[in-house]
C-alpha cells in the first residue's frame, strides 16, 4: 500500500480498497454485459435499445474510473479484475 495524504488509518484503508477493487471488478463485469447485449441486440426496436445500452455502457464506465481513482487516492492498487462465479469454474 503506498502512502497517502488521506487522514484514515491504514487498516481502514485497506478495507475501503477490498471492498472498491470488489466493486470495481463487478462494474468491469456489468459492463461487459451490457455491450454484449449492445452488440447483439435485433428486433423492431433495434436503434432504441442499441443506443439506450450504449449509455449505460457509458455511465457504467465513468463509475468504473470513479472507484479506480478511489482506490488509488487511498493508496491501493485498482485490480479491476473480474471475479469467477462458481458456475464458471466447472
Known sequence: MYKTKIDLSEKVRRNIIVILNDRLAYAIDLQSQVKQAHWNVKGPNFIALHELFDKISDAVLEQIDRDRGAVTSLGG????????????CK
Do not use: N
Open 77 to 88: 492498487t485498482a485490480e479491476g479484475t473480474v471475479p469467477l462465479r462458481p458456475s464458471a
